[in-house]
C-alpha cells in the first residue's frame, strides 16, 4: 500500500510561520532567519509525516505566503510595475520582489501597488491573484520547487512527491488586465515551462508528481472543460512522471 496526502499546514504547529513573517517585514529579523523559520518548519513537516506511515511525503506544499504567489513568481508572471525589482538578483532580492507582489512597495521612490487578494474557494483562506495581460510571457524564473525536493529527498532519505498547482487552474484564478481578452488564451505559452517544470523534476528523482486543479470544483463553461480535456490530452505524456 502506498500512503499519500494532499499537502500539510504550513503555518508551525504554533504559529511560528506567522511571528516570522511579522518580525521579518518589521525588520527585526533579518532574510536568513526567515528563511530558517520556514526550513524547520518545513523538516518538522515532513518527518512528522513520515513517522505517521506517509509514503509518499509531499513537498513543494509550503510557501512563506501564498502558493499562487510562489507559482506567479516560478513561472516569471512579474507584473509589469514590479519589473523594476526584478532587475535585482539575489534570495534577498527575490523575496523583496516577493512581498511586493503581496503587500505593495514604498521604499527607494517606488509606491508599488500589491496585487489583488482574494478568497480561495468558499474558505478563510486567502490568495493572490495572478495579473494576465494579451502579450504576457511565461519563463522559468525561481527555482524554489527545485531546491525544496532536494532539502525534502535529504531530509527524509526517500523521494518525496512535489505538488503543484495546475495550469488551467492556475489561469483560471487570475483575472484578466485588459478588455476583449480571455486569460485562458495564455495555455499554449504557459504549457512549454511546466513541461520544464515537471522535465526537471523527472532528472532529479521525482518518481510522482501531484498537480493540483481545484478549478474542476466549478461550474466551468464548455469552452473553459474544453481547454482541461485538451490541455490534459495534448501533454498528458509530459503530465505523467
Same mark, same amino acid.
Given at each position: 500500500m ?13 504559529r ?22 520556514g ?16 509514503t ?8 512563506? /505566503? ?12 512579474i ?12 534570495d ?5 520582489? /516577493? ?5 505593495? /512597495? ?12 482574494t ?5 478563510? =483562506?486567502? /490568495?493572490?491573484?495572478?495579473?494576465f ?17 532536494d ?14 498547482l495546475?495550469?488551467?487552474? =492556475? ?7 485588459e ?30 508528481i ?5 478549478c ?22 509530459s503530465?505523467?512522471?
Amino acid at each position: 500500500m502506498i500512503a499519500h496526502n494532499l499537502g500539510y499546514p504550513r503555518i508551525g504547529s504554533h504559529r511560528e510561520l506567522k511571528r516570522a513573517c511579522e518580525q521579518f517585514w518589521a525588520g527585526t529579523i533579518t532574510h536568513q532567519q526567515l528563511q530558517d523559520v520556514g526550513r524547520q518548519i518545513r523538516t518538522g513537516n515532513w518527518l512528522m509525516q513520515q513517522q505517521a506511515g506517509v509514503t509518499l511525503v509531499p513537498c513543494n506544499d509550503f510557501s512563506l /505566503y501564498d502558493q499562487v504567489l510562489d507559482l506567479s513568481l516560478t513561472v516569471g508572471a512579474i507584473p509589469p510595475r514590479f519589473q523594476p525589482l526584478l532587475n535585482a538578483s539575489g534570495d534577498d532580492d527575490y523575496l523583496t520582489l /516577493y512581498f511586493a507582489m503581496a503587500r505593495g /512597495y514604498q521604499q527607494d521612490g517606488l509606491d508599488l501597488k500589491a496585487m489583488e487578494m482574494t478568497k480561495w474557494f468558499d474558505t478563510n =483562506y486567502h /490568495y493572490i491573484v495572478p495579473e494576465f495581460a494579451r502579450e504576457q510571457s511565461f519563463t522559468l524564473l525561481s527555482e524554489r520547487i527545485f531546491t525544496q525536493f532536494d532539502e525534502a529527498r535529504q531530509t527524509l532519505g526517500t523521494v518525496p512527491k512535489p505538488v503543484l498547482l495546475g495550469p488551467v487552474s =492556475y489561469l483560471l484564478l487570475g483575472k484578466e488586465k485588459e478588455a476583449d481578452f480571455d486569460r485562458l488564451e495564455l495555455i499554449d505559452r504557459l504549457l512549454p515551462v511546466y513541461e520544464q517544470l515537471l522535465s526537471r523534476l523527472q532528472t532529479q528523482g521525482a518518481n510522482w508528481i501531484q498537480l493540483d486543479e481545484p478549478c474542476l470544483a466549478l461550474d466551468l463553461t464548455d469552452a473553459q472543460r474544453e481547454v482541461f480535456a485538451t490541455t490534459y490530452a495534448d501533454y498528458g505524456s509530459s503530465f505523467r512522471s
